[in-house]
């Protein structure tokens, strides 16, 4: 049964800093893996999806790897900002329609 | 404007009671989903929607009950049955059910039992 784990459950830094967040899959055989962000009680906004057969994909400061034999992802946010702060979400896509969701990365950015 | 909505934000249910979520979107998309959310866990899928008066039971389907009557609504009825449903509830969308398309959220109804 696939599992995804997001390690650490929450983060805080100072702004301008560089920060890697982290997604790990058990299961290999992946369709493609999501990155999301949540605001507190609002829906989930799509950052970044990586198919299978990607190594990385990046939009603006964000960068999201995907290492499919080590069941591995990270989302590096360059030059974070205080609007930055959210809760990350990862998820992983079988062959079927689900998604296999991740408990999510509590990020906050200290001015 | 493309999206999904979602009403009402905030409801409230008294113990024993049936309740229903509205979920709309105008993204004519196909395939539709009802996700749960409690606190420091992932969402849980409860039903999708890959078409038209067609639906399936995803990990935590006890206790609730869809429809899918028009493409562009899938309600959601949270009835009696379900023992704990105090929870946040996401309605999403995506072009397809293949696991390749992006999904498309609602902003959510926060689901209280009083």
Known sequence: KQEVTQIPAALSVP???????????????????QWFRQ??????TSLLLIQSSQRE???????????????????????SQPGDSATYLCAVSHSNYQLIWGAG??????? | DGGITQSPKYLFRKEGQ??????????????????RQDPGQG????????IVNDFQ??????????SREKKESFPLTVT????????????????????????YFGPGTRLTVL
């Open chain 1, 15 to 33: 702004e301008g800093e560089n920060l890697v967040l982290n997604c790990s899959f058990t299961d290999s055989a992946i369709y493609n893996l």
């Open chain 1, 39 to 44: 605001d507190p009680g609002k829906g989930l």
């Open chain 1, 57 to 79: 994909q990046t939009s603006g400061r964000l960068n999201a790897s995907l290492d499919k034999s080590s069941g591995r992802s990270t989302l590096y946010i360059a030059a």
């Open chain 1, 105 to 111: 990365t509590k990020l906050i950015i200290k001015p």
């Open chain 2, 18 to 35: 049936n309740v229903t979520l509205s979920c709309e979107q105008n993204l004519n998309h196909d395939a539709m989903y009802w996700y």
């Open chain 2, 43 to 50: 969402l849980r899928l409860i039903y999708y929607s890959q």
């Open chain 2, 57 to 66: 039971k995803g990990d935590i389907a006890e206790g609730y009950s869809v």
């Open chain 2, 80 to 103: 009696s049955a379900q023992k704990n449903p105090t929870a946040f509830y996401l309605c999403a969308s995506s072009k397809r059910t293949s696991g390749r398309d992006t999904q």
